[in-house]
């Protein structure tokens, strides 16, 4: 039996190496979401157009001006001449922000007084809006603090002193790539194992299996085993290419995370025969792939909180595996999270896992009578 099963997996190896299309889907994609991931889809807001309605005229308010201009985050600013173009400019998105300094500014300055800024932020682009004015309001009171300082002013003296655990430079890429390693080591293993009986299906071999002393689990095995090898495989060169090209630390266990990580790949390779049983093409089953995958993702909190999600949406997150998946390698990476705060996210993933295995082996089993 043991014999028969090896044999099959080096076949699902031979056919995946063979295969010319599934060869290159297989390490072109991942590595271009990698870079695309890392470097494009960020949150940070940098190199931000802004524009300036300055009113008072006087060196006070000029130097304020100059504090955003050398700003590393604003890169293009512009000066306005009158309060009607402000409309335009917001409008036109020709800038996310206008800064509107009234005739005063210098003035109440002087006289000990705190003048009033406008600033006024295009809300179309509700959370690059929220970020730039909160680099304005520290521009502004990194100046009136300095101002007080030179002039003897009586200005607040309060001051808040933020820290950023796990992340103290908020470096973005630290926070995307770990949870790359989860997406794309998902993508490699959901691929292989969904197109694996589809393809001897589509390639009319599907029959001959079916007359060989191979039984129904048998065969699966045989076609999960190539997939979680792959998917495994998939994940240490993300893992390699997160360490060593985009320098994110490494903090926690290697042996606890190639742990979660198996648990994870089996879930998903559940999954994958799934579909696998259920479609008679491969182009059915890579349609199935990008329905899973996009819904996966979204509803795994890569990207967003969780806990923005309607609630009746959050209960539905509960079955994704990536969704326990992704803190388990963010907190490996730079929190070093113990075992016992992995396992609380890792036995969701094992009961999926079972429950994902299970159901692909009795549907494989109904759809042979």
């Known amino acids: 039996m043991f014999k028969n099963i090896y044999s099959l997996i080096i076949k699902e190896f031979l056919a995946v190496w063979q295969d010319k299309r ?10 271009i979401q990698l870079f695309i991931f890392a470097f494009a889809a960020t949150l940070d807001v940098k190199n931000i ?18 504090r955003f201009a050398g ?6 600013m512009q000066y306005l001449n009158d309060f009607h173009q402000i ?3 917001i409008d036109n998105q020709k800038a996310i922000m206008v800064i509107h300094i009234d005739e005063e500014f210098s003035r109440k300055l002087l006289s000990g007084r705190s003048p009033e800024i406008q600033l006024i932020l295009d809300g179309r682009k509700s ?3 929220q970020i730039v004015q909160g680099y ?3 521009i502004i009171e990194q100046y009136y603090s300095d101002l007080s300082k030179k002039m003897n002013l009586p200005f607040p003296s309060t001051k808040l002193i933020a820290r950023n655990w796990f992340n103290s430079n908020l470096i973005y890429t630290w926070f995307t790539v770990p949870g790359l390693v989860a997406i794309l080591t998902m993508f490699t293993s959901l691929l292989v194992t969904s197109l694996t009986i589809a393809r001897e299906r589509e390639l009319g071999t599907f029959e001959q299996l079916l007359v060989s002393p191979l039984r129904s689990i048998d065969i699966l095995i045989g076609k999960a085993i190539p997939g979680i090898i792959i998917g495994m495989g998939e994940g240490t060169i993300i893992l390699i290419a997160a360490v060593t090209a985009f320098q994110i630390p490494f903090t926690g266990s290697i042996l606890a995370l190639y742990f979660s990580m198996f648990i994870f ?3 998903i390779v559940g999954v994958g025969l799934f579909l696998s049983s ?4 491969q182009q059915q089953a890579l349609l199935a792939v990008f329905v899973f995958m996009s819904n996966s993702v979204i509803l795994s909190g890569f990207a967003t909180p969780i806990e923005n999600m309607p609630i009746w949406l959050q209960k539905i997150t509960l079955i994704n595996p990536l969704r326990f998946f992704l803190i388990i390698v963010r907190g490996i990476f730079l929190k070093k999270i113990p075992f016992s705060v992995i396992f609380q996210n890792l036995y969701p993933i094992i009961i999926i896992a079972i429950f994902n295995l299970s159901v692909s082996t009795w549907f494989f089993r109904k759809r042979l009578e």
């Open 136 to 138: 304005a309001f520290k």
């Open 71 to 76: 700003s590393p985050f604003f890169n293009d």
């Open 265 to 267: 790949v089996c879930s």
């Open 278 to 281: 259920l479609c008679k093409t």
């Open 22 to 31: 599934i060869r290159l889907i297989l390490i072109v994609p991942p590595l």
């Open 87 to 89: 409309q335009e400019v």
């Open 127 to 129: 959370n690059t809006a």
């Open 49 to 66: 157009s802004v524009a300036c309605l300055n009113r008072d005229e006087g060196k006070l308010s000029y130097e304020l001006i100059q």
